[in-house]
């Protein structure tokens, strides 16, 4: 179970850092997870993915967020396109491996993957293409392998949620589909005219802004 920010357009990284920062330690939105302020916290990995004229970035660690101490050189990144996941560990260790936003590079380009919700299906992988064993990196494989072979999707039937954000070579796709947890699994969206950010949860410091909650079973679709 995780939390996740991806942001396009005039963004300030050292707001959304800080923001997911406030998320991750439990401190911003009650739901059925968060049911006190701080109860229930994202300290098990985190990652953030920039992108930089073509090509995309990424770093990634496993210690918490609120813990690592790269974070401030972090916040005075400039680039147009971010995806950032703070993680809570279910399926699969804590290791670098299972850390996301997940990426792999072909020569045509990148793609970006994070993933929110526990999938318990016991997921055939066709092609390992990234190292890990949770159920996100499966996941990220086996739409790697769709990609590869011009299959438009493949199936998960027992999980939590499926909420995901995928870069590919020109688009980013957020998906939101969930079976528990509405008010935690539920994303939302802010769009004006300098930038759009999907967020796990309305952040801190555009909480005065106009947010909209995406319906369950729904997909958008963004240049990058």
Same mark, same amino acid.
């Given at each position: 179970m995780c939390r996740m920010i991806v942001a396009l357009g005039k963004i300030n990284i050292g707001k959304l850092l800080d923001d997911i920062k406030i998320v991750a330690q439990g401190l911003?939105?009650?739901?059925?997870?968060?049911?006190? $302020?701080?109860?229930?916290?994202?300290?098990?990995?985190?990652?953030?993915?920039? /992108?930089?004229?073509?090509?995309?970035?990424?770093?990634?660690?496993?210690?918490?967020?609120?813990?690592?101490?790269?974070?401030?050189?972090?916040?005075?990144?400039?680039? @147009?396109?971010?995806? /950032?996941?703070? @993680?809570?560990r279910t399926i699969g260790? @804590?290791?670098?491996?299972?850390?996301?936003?997940? $990426?792999?590079?072909?020569?045509?380009?990148?793609?970006?993957?994070?993933?929110?919700?526990?999938?318990?299906?016991?997921?055939?992988?066709?092609?390992?293409y990234i190292k890990g064993n949770s159920d996100s990196v499966k996941m990220f494989n086996n739409i790697l392998y769709a990609y590869a072979h011009d299959k438009q999707s493949f199936t998960v039937k027992d999980y939590t949620a499926v909420n995901f954000i995928l870069v590919s070579k020109k688009h980013i796709q957020v998906a939101q589909k969930y079976k528990m947890n509405p008010k935690y699994s539920t994303m939302k969206l802010l769009k004006n005219k300098e930038?759009?950010?999907?967020?796990?949860?309305?952040?801190p410091s555009y909480k005065k802004q106009d947010w909209k909650e995406l319906k369950n079973n729904s997909m958008l679709e963004f240049d990058v």
């Open positions: 911003n939105e009650l739901n059925e997870k968060n049911k006190k $302020k701080g109860m229930y916290t994202h300290g098990e990995g985190w990652g953030i993915a920039y /992108i930089k004229k073509t090509r995309w970035h990424l770093y990634k660690s496993d210690k918490a967020i609120y813990e690592d101490s790269m974070l401030d050189e972090l916040k005075k990144l400039k680039c @147009r396109a971010v995806v /950032i996941h703070t @993680r809570h260790e @804590r290791s670098i491996e299972n850390t996301q936003p997940l $990426k792999f590079s072909t020569k045509d380009g990148d793609f970006i993957f994070a993933h929110n919700g526990t999938i318990f299906d016991d997921m055939q992988v066709y092609h390992h930038m759009v950010i999907v967020s796990s949860e309305v952040l």
